[in-house]
């Protein structure tokens, strides 16, 4: 049986696979991790623009009338090959566009799933607010080979959950 996290962590990756009218780059795969990939497997892997989406620190409430507010570090990377050309440096203008259509791309879709009321993020065990802290961005991580643009965004996700449920 998954964790009330591990279906939020799951309806996060569906709402960021969903197809949004206007997205700059639409991810060619999305998926939950333990740990950021090697680089190298990404590449050998012939996906251009891939998410990975990774939970950290959980902090739980003291229970309430039976239900416990759980608060969760979620990390979302958002990768996209800029092809097999010299590496580009951060300074160019265009890796900065990049990085900032991947993660306006992100928020996009992070929205429309929040704000949908038939959407998976909002069901009987409770409201799940994604954006319950300061959304961090982190416009360029490291990339060993340079051919990447990988942004981060970093938000709190937070959601009720019964006492007695994982």
Same mark, same amino acid.
């Given at each position: 049986?998954?964790?009330?996290?591990? *279906?939020?962590? &799951?309806?996060?990756?569906?709402?960021?696979?969903? *197809? $949004?009218?206007?997205?700059?780059?639409?991810?060619?795969?999305?998926?939950?991790?333990?740990?950021?990939?090697?680089?190298?497997?990404?590449?050998?892997?012939?996906?251009?623009?891939?998410?990975?989406? @990774?939970? +950290?620190?959980?902090?739980?409430?003291?229970?309430?009338? +039976?239900?416990? *507010?759980?608060?969760? &570090?979620?990390?979302?990377?958002? !990768? @996209?090959?800029?092809?097999?050309?010299?590496?580009?440096?951060?300074?160019?203008?265009?890796?900065?566009?990049?990085?900032?259509?991947?993660?306006?791309?992100?928020?996009?879709?992070?929205?429309?799933? %929040?704000?949908?009321?038939?959407?998976?993020?909002?069901?009987?065990? +409770?409201?799940?607010? $994604?954006?319950?802290?300061?959304? &961090?961005?982190?416009? %360029?991580?490291?990339?060993?080979? +340079?051919?990447?643009?990988?942004?981060? $965004?970093?938000? $709190?996700?937070?959601?009720?959950? &019964?006492? !007695?449920?994982?």
């Amino acid at each position: 049986m998954a964790s009330r996290l591990q *279906t939020v962590i &799951e309806a996060l990756v569906t709402a960021l696979a969903a *197809t $949004l009218a206007g997205t700059a780059y639409p991810p060619d795969q999305v998926k939950a991790v333990l740990f950021w990939p090697d680089e190298e497997a990404v590449q050998k892997s012939g996906l251009r623009t891939v998410y990975f989406v @990774r939970q +950290g620190r959980q902090t739980d409430g003291l229970p309430d009338s +039976g239900t416990v *507010t759980t608060t969760v &570090e979620v990390y979302i990377l958002a !990768a @996209r090959w800029l092809g097999t050309e010299a590496p580009q440096a951060m300074q160019d203008t265009a890796r900065w566009a990049v990085s900032a259509d991947l993660m306006a791309d992100v928020q996009a879709k992070l929205l429309a799933a %929040e704000n949908n009321p038939a959407g998976k993020l909002s069901g009987t065990a +409770g409201l799940v607010t $994604l954006f319950a802290g300061p959304v &961090e961005i982190d416009h %360029e991580r490291p990339s060993d080979t +340079g051919q990447w643009v990988v942004p981060e $965004l970093r938000t $709190l996700v937070r959601f009720r959950r &019964e006492h !007695a449920d994982r």
